[in-house]
C-alpha cells in the first residue's frame, strides 16, 4: 500500500442511511468485500456504522474513488448517500486500513439528527470520525 504525497490523492467522505432490513452479516459482508476491493485499488478509509447510519472516509486516486462511489450509490443496503468532503490530500490520514470498521451505536441519535437537519455539518462528523479511528 503506498503512503507516499501524490498530487493525485483524495480523500472523500459520504454519509448514508442504512436500509431497515440491514443484518449483522450484511454489515460484515459489505467490510469484508470493501477490504479485499481497496487493497487491489490502493484505496484506504474507514467504514463506522451507527446500526440506521454509514460514515465513510475513503482515501485514493481521483478515479479509484470515482468508480467507488458508482458502485457504493448503486447498493441497496443504503439509501441516501450525500457526499460531505471531497478534497486532494498530500497524506492519507486512514491509511493503515484497507478499510477500518467501527460500530458505534452510541453515535446514532448524533447522526439521526445530522441527518435530519440537512446540509453537511462536517465539523461534527468530522469529530465523530475521529473518535471512531481512534476505537478501530
Known sequence: MSHRADASLQHLVYFSNATPQLSAV????????????????????????????????????GDQLDDLVKII????????????????????????????????????????ELSQRGGSHIQKIGGILERAARSA
Request: glycine content about 10%; hydrophobic content about 40%; charged content about 30%.
Open 26 to 61: 450484511d454489515v460484515r459482508a459489505i467490510l469484508g468485500a470493501a477490504q479485499v476491493k481497496n487493497r487491489r485499488r490502493d484505496v484506504t478509509g474507514l467504514l463506522l456504522y451507527s446500526g440506521r447510519h454509514f460514515v465513510q472516509v475513503l482515501e485514493g486516486r
Open 73 to 112: 450509490q448503486a447498493d441497496t443496503r443504503h439509501a441516501g448517500l450525500r457526499v460531505l468532503v471531497r478534497e486532494s490530500i498530500k497524506h492519507r490520514r486512514y491509511g493503515a486500513w484497507a478499510m477500518g470498521f467501527v460500530e458505534n451505536l452510541d453515535d446514532a441519535d448524533a447522526l439521526d
